[in-house]
């Protein structure tokens, strides 16, 4: 091969591998995380994608459905959005501690949160809904890149990472 093609080569795998990638959790975790999940999320995760893309300011939770044409499952995804946004806007993250434990990545510092301080806004989607989350403080957008990393972790099986310009949906 010649050297111009292996270069080529290189540059395209470095440009197009994650810079992080986010190690899955063992069977076990993925087990327990998706069955506390059915406690506190209405919707079946068997039948949505969520989808956590970080952004440079913060970033973007969405979950949607596989099927488009499920409205059933887009109604509920409406609605726990919508109440946990409100919840998160509180500094109130009681739901992802009852699935993901007390010393989730990230959520520390997201509960110590001042309010207004993370700009958290809902947004509904044609197949779901998203919450977007927006800060100017380098500690916060540190803690939700974290909370992202450790919920794509969390749910391994049922999310996946987005990009940061995260034009899956306008």
């Not at 087990?31 to 969520?50: C, I, K, W, Y």
């Not at 919450?131 to 100017?136: E, K, L, M, Q």
């Not at 919920?151 to 099986?157: K, T, V």
Request: contains cysteine; glycine residues 4%.
């Amino acid at each position: 091969m010649k050297l111009s093609a292996v270069l080529c080569l290189f540059i395209a795998l470095a440009v197009t591998t994650p810079a992080h990638a986010v190690e899955k959790a063992s069977e076990q975790r993925l087990d327990e995380v998706a069955q506390r999940g059915s406690h506190v999320m209405p919707f079946n995760l068997e039948q949505t994608t969520h989808v956590f893309s970080k952004t440079e300011k913060g970033g973007v939770q969405q979950v949607i459905v596989k099927d488009p044409a499920n409205t059933e499952q887009i109604k509920l995804i409406r609605e726990h959005l919508t109440k946990i946004s409100d919840e998160f806007k509180q500094g109130n993250f009681s739901n992802p501690v009852r699935i993901h434990g007390d010393t989730m990545p990230g959520l520390d510092e997201l509960r110590k949160a001042k309010p207004k301080q993370i700009d958290i806004v809902y947004k509904e989607l044609p197949d779901g809904a998203e919450i977007n989350y927006s800060t100017d403080s380098p500690v916060l957008i540190k803690a939700i890149h974290q909370w992202f990393d450790a919920q794509l972790s969390d749910h391994a099986r049922h999310a996946i990472s987005g990009h940061s310009n995260h034009q899956m949906h306008k």
